[in-house]
């Protein structure tokens, strides 16, 4: 067999391949005609890629006769007798259903119970382990769901867009900031942690439990960070919050807050305030939207950094590593909490 020697363009083609592919036959078959363009005879391309010159002889007829494909492998095992995306398309729409919906006793889908409904539309006799195989190459794993409230805020779109619009005219006579209240617990919030195989890391509690309370305002444009602090989760906190933004902003024609729906943002104190303070403005995020408001994510990223599996045993300690973090954090993100050392 006479090998027609690729050009310039092909060998480049065929190193790309090599580059990419993961099957280490196709790889060698690839090799070898790279090797044979080059100059190398049959004989010691076998040599090099300890191959039988049977098998070089049927890769070169296999190039010859398709190109750069034919050296591709063809699929191991049995050919799949199963229409898998019909099925895949059935187990989609399950994952949409409730299994109690359907009268099955669970509240939760499992493998067998997939199983069941892929055999009754179908016919077939799937096993859950099938089923259980398929799954990730949908897309499809098994993790904690997370808690929500059937309450739907008739006034969502409308919130949305007026946030939308602060958001846009935010500068330096328009600052826009998002505002929440955050809990501080002396008994530390359990998280998981790097640890030996087979052993779980003990997190000392000093079992009376303390509480303290943050109230923070992060710039949407600047991610500068500003906060107070309280023994009491309360309108006085909200307002001091407030007092402090008055301060720093000075100079503001406007300052906007996008807050959540607790009580403290409308209480008659904190209208009170807002009336000789007609500067602020309050936006009120829509019900149970939690992720419009961007500083639960500097909420967030202070549980992970600090009050996480801590070892305070009061809360004098807690809190000193608390404001270490408030002080430093801003720009958020991007202030590289998560990589600073704490004061001494």
């Known amino acids: 067999?006479?090998?027609?020697?690729?050009?310039?363009?092909?060998?480049?083609?065929?190193?790309?391949?090599?580059?990419?592919?993961?099957?280490?036959?196709?790889?060698?078959?690839?090799?070898?005609?790279?090797?044979?363009?080059?100059?190398?005879?049959?004989?010691?391309?076998?040599?090099?890629?300890?191959?039988?010159?049977?098998s070089i002889g049927r890769w070169i007829h296999w190039y010859t006769e398709c190109g750069i494909d034919g050296l591709e492998s063809s699929t191991r095992g049995r050919a799949t007798t199963l229409p898998f995306l019909q099925i895949a398309a059935v187990l989609t729409a399950l994952l949409a259903l409730n299994p109690q919906s359907l009268g099955?006793?669970?509240?939760r889908w499992s493998t067998e119970l997939m199983a069941i409904e892929v055999n009754r539309i179908f016919g077939f006799n799937v096993h859950s382990s099938t089923i259980r195989r398929w799954l990730p190459k949908?897309?499809?794993?098994?993790?904690?769901?997370?808690?929500?409230?059937?309450?739907?805020?008739?006034?969502?779109?409308?919130k949305l867009a007026r946030i939308k619009e602060a958001l846009a005219r935010c500068d330096a006579d328009h600052p826009v900031f998002y505002e929440d209240e955050v809990d501080i617990h002396l008994n530390p919030k359990i998280g998981s942690d790097w640890m030996?195989?087979?052993q779980q890391k003990k997190v000392a509690t000093p079992g009376q439990n303390a509480k303290y309370y943050l109230a923070g305002a992060l710039h949407a444009k600047t991610g500068k960070v500003s906060y107070v602090g309280s023994s009491s989760k309360n309108s006085e906190l909200f307002i001091a919050m407030?007092?402090?933004?008055?301060?720093?902003?000075?100079?503001?024609?406007?300052?906007?807050?996008?807050?959540?729906?607790?009580?403290?943002?409308?209480?008659?104190?904190?209208?009170?305030?807002?009336?000789?303070?007609?500067?602020?403005?309050?936006?009120?995020?829509?019900?149970?939207?939690?992720?419009?408001?961007?500083?639960?994510?500097?909420?967030?990223?202070?549980?992970?950094?600090?009050?996480?599996?801590?070892?305070?045993?009061?809360?004098?300690?807690?809190?000193?590593?608390?404001?270490?973090?408030?002080?430093?954090?801003?720009?958020?993100?991007?202030?590289?909490?998560?990589?600073?050392?704490s004061e001494a």
């Not at 098994?142 to 008739?154: G, Y």
């Not at 906007?256 to 500067?279: A, C, E, F, M």
């Not at 995020?285 to 990223?301: C, D």
Request: with cysteine; hydrophobic share 35%.
């Open 104 to 107: 099955y006793q669970r509240s």
């Open 138 to 158: 949908l897309g499809i794993v098994w993790r904690r769901a997370s808690p929500t409230l059937h309450i739907k805020d008739p006034d969502k779109e409308a």
């Open 1 to 54: 067999m006479i090998l027609t020697l690729p050009d310039r363009a092909e060998r480049r083609r065929i190193t790309k391949k090599m580059h990419k592919t993961k099957d280490k036959d196709h790889y060698r078959r690839l090799n070898a005609i790279l090797l044979l363009s080059q100059g190398h005879s049959v004989t010691t391309v076998s040599n090099i890629l300890v191959a039988a010159r049977s």
């Open 242 to 341: 407030l007092e402090q933004l008055k301060r720093q902003y000075r100079r503001a024609k406007t300052i906007t807050l996008i807050v959540d729906n607790y009580i403290i943002h409308k209480s008659r104190k904190t209208q009170g305030w807002l009336k000789q303070n007609p500067k602020f403005v309050l936006l009120f995020q829509p019900v149970y939207s939690p992720w419009v408001n961007k500083i639960e994510k500097l909420w967030h990223a202070l549980h992970e950094t600090v009050t996480r599996n801590h070892q305070c045993k009061a809360m004098w300690q807690l809190l000193k590593r608390v404001r270490y973090f408030m002080d430093n954090v801003s720009p958020f993100p991007g202030g590289g909490h998560g990589r600073q050392k």
């Open 196 to 198: 030996p195989k087979g």
